[in-house]
């Protein structure tokens, strides 16, 4: 619902906000400093609760976990022993954050033992020299949180339909972005990292994967407003100008990834579809361009209490290549279609001319991912143009993915 997500003004809060990403800093160092390492510092992150954000169990004493309650503003702890402690969020300095939090690890049986120095901010200050009267806006980080809610939920259906490698919906201190990965299953070349305060090891660990990215930050990472965010690594080529919704959305040249302003989500009619659509149609961008096999990582979205299909089942789902495609022609523009299980997908294009076509969009509803419905599309566009001598300017980048994967398409190309 709308009510769901509330206005952010990020300048009105900024210095309550920069506070809050230092003290969660310190408990994620903490929780860094006592973890076996997980895949992509997977292992250090926060996650999202109804209360606040939680570090989960750490394995130090009796076991710990941390939550940062951002409704009734505390930082409380929990042991595996039953012991509870708590320290009340609000004006302070980082160091005496710092020493607040090492007292409450030590009042739950742990060792409060952790590398004293933040990450990935500008000119980064010791923790326990960090003296700087901090305020805090107790509204703004509630409303914060119920922003995180919102999102949260959207990722976490997001990822429902993605049977590969996938991150968590998890929120990581270092750059304070609540993020979701999904993964192509290939690796990827070392990254060339130099990021700010982040060892250079931590950085290529993180990225030694190829991703599909997205998150959200509140605010800073060179835009003075909250905004998601989205990004390829390593980077197809195309991905920058790849067609993606909503109208907001737009490619930041500085930052070099598609950003979309949370104003134009949290002002949407439907907020939880405008985010949504960010974060299907930049990955359908950059799995498409770098040539991921879909039809083996993804499934349709998860629905409650409906147990997905396993793939073993396909085979007694008609081949996609039974639903005929068909070709409707309107002169300056023309798509394909076809329906399959009451599903309609297309292929739209126009006509630059007598002799050659551009394709523009594909569209695929999720029920019929991985059932070759869009390659299907594309195959007939191929033969008609071969059967009437007209060439193809594939502009789409799931066309021009499917044309790349099959040589003996490719003499339908321009140029060719």
């Given at each position: 619902?709308?009510?769901?997500?509330?206005?952010?003004?990020?300048?009105?809060?900024?210095?309550?906000?920069?506070?809050?990403?230092?003290?969660?800093?310190?408990?994620?160092?903490?929780?860094?400093?006592?973890?076996?390492?997980?895949?992509?510092?997977?292992?250090?992150?926060?996650?999202?609760?109804?209360?606040?954000?939680?570090?989960?169990?750490?394995?130090?004493?009796?076991?710990?976990?941390?939550?940062?309650?951002?409704?009734?503003?505390?930082?409380?702890?929990?042991s595996g022993d039953g012991r509870t402690a708590s320290f009340p969020l609000g004006p302070t300095t980082v160091a005496t954050f710092r020493d607040d939090f090492s007292r409450l690890v030590s009042e739950l049986g742990g060792t409060p033992t952790f590398d004293g120095s933040p990450n990935e901010v500008p000119n980064p200050v010791p923790f326990r020299e960090d003296l700087r009267d901090r305020p805090y806006d107790g509204d703004a980080v509630r409303r914060f949180h119920a922003a995180l809610m919102a999102m949260d939920r959207v990722m976490k259906a997001f990822r429902t339909s993605?049977?590969?490698?996938?991150?968590?919906?998890?929120?990581?201190?270092?750059?304070?972005?609540?993020?979701?990965?999904?993964?192509?299953?290939?690796?990827?070349?070392?990254?060339?990292?130099?990021?700010?305060?982040?060892?250079?090891?931590?950085?290529?660990?993180?990225?030694?994967?190829?991703?599909?990215?997205?998150?959200?930050?509140?605010?800073?990472?060179?835009?003075?407003?909250?905004?998601?965010?989205?990004?390829?690594?390593?980077?197809?080529?195309?991905?920058?100008?790849?067609?993606?919704?909503?109208?907001?959305?737009?490619?930041?040249?500085?930052?070099?990834?598609?950003?979309?302003?949370?104003?134009?989500?949290?002002?949407?009619?439907?907020?939880?579809?405008?985010?949504?659509?960010?974060?299907?149609?930049?990955?359908?961008?950059?799995?498409?361009?770098?040539?991921?096999?879909?039809?083996?990582?993804?499934?349709?979205?998860?629905?409650?209490?409906?147990?997905?299909?396993?793939?073993?089942?396909?085979?007694?789902?008609?081949?996609?290549?039974?639903?005929?495609?068909?070709?409707?022609?309107?002169?300056?523009?023309?798509?394909?279609?076809?329906?399959?299980?009451?599903?309609?997908?297309?292929?739209?294009?126009?006509?630059?001319?007598?002799?050659?076509?551009?394709?523009?969009?594909?569209?695929?509803?999720?029920?019929?991912?991985?059932?070759?419905?869009?390659?299907?599309?594309?195959?007939?566009?191929?033969?008609?143009?071969?059967?009437?001598?007209?060439?193809?300017?594939?502009?789409?980048?799931?066309?021009?993915?499917?044309?790349?994967?099959?040589?003996?398409?490719?003499?339908?190309?321009?140029?060719?």
């Open positions: 619902m709308k009510t769901d997500w509330p206005q952010l003004d990020y300048l009105s809060w900024r210095e309550t906000c920069a506070a809050l990403h230092l003290y969660l800093q310190v408990a994620g160092k903490y929780r860094l400093a006592h973890t076996p390492w997980l895949n992509h510092s997977w292992h250090a992150t926060f996650y999202v609760t109804p209360r606040g954000l939680t570090s989960s169990p750490i394995p130090d004493g009796p076991g710990i976990e941390i939550l940062f309650d951002l409704h009734d503003h505390l930082v409380v702890g929990t993605f049977l590969g490698k996938s991150s968590p919906v998890h929120l990581f201190w270092g750059s304070f972005d609540l993020a979701v990965t999904r993964f192509s299953g290939r690796r990827a070349p070392l990254h060339p990292a130099g990021i700010p305060a982040l060892p250079d090891d931590v950085a290529q660990e993180a990225y030694d994967r190829e991703v599909s990215s997205a998150g959200f930050w509140p605010g800073g990472n060179g835009i003075d407003y909250p905004a998601f965010y989205a990004y390829a690594y390593p980077t197809p080529n195309g991905f920058r100008s790849a067609a993606v919704q909503p109208d907001a959305a737009f490619w930041h040249d500085g930052m070099g990834e598609f950003v979309l302003p949370y104003e134009a989500v949290q002002s949407a009619a439907d907020p939880d579809a405008a985010l949504m659509a960010f974060l299907v149609s930049t990955y359908d961008a950059a799995a498409d361009l770098a040539g991921w096999d879909r039809e083996l990582l993804e499934c349709a979205p998860g629905r409650p209490a409906a147990v997905r299909p396993p793939d073993a089942r396909r085979n007694e789902v008609p081949a996609p290549s039974d639903a005929p495609v068909e070709r409707e022609d309107h002169g300056a523009k023309g798509r394909y279609r076809t329906v399959v299980d009451g599903h309609e997908a297309e292929m739209t294009y126009s006509r630059a001319g007598e002799k050659l076509i551009i394709i523009d969009h594909t569209e695929v509803p999720a029920a019929l991912r991985g059932r070759k419905v869009g390659e299907r599309m594309v195959r007939q566009a191929v033969e008609d143009a071969r059967r009437d001598g007209v060439k193809i300017i594939p502009l789409c980048p799931f066309a021009k993915a499917q044309i790349d994967r099959h040589p003996e398409w490719q003499d339908v190309l321009r140029g060719a």
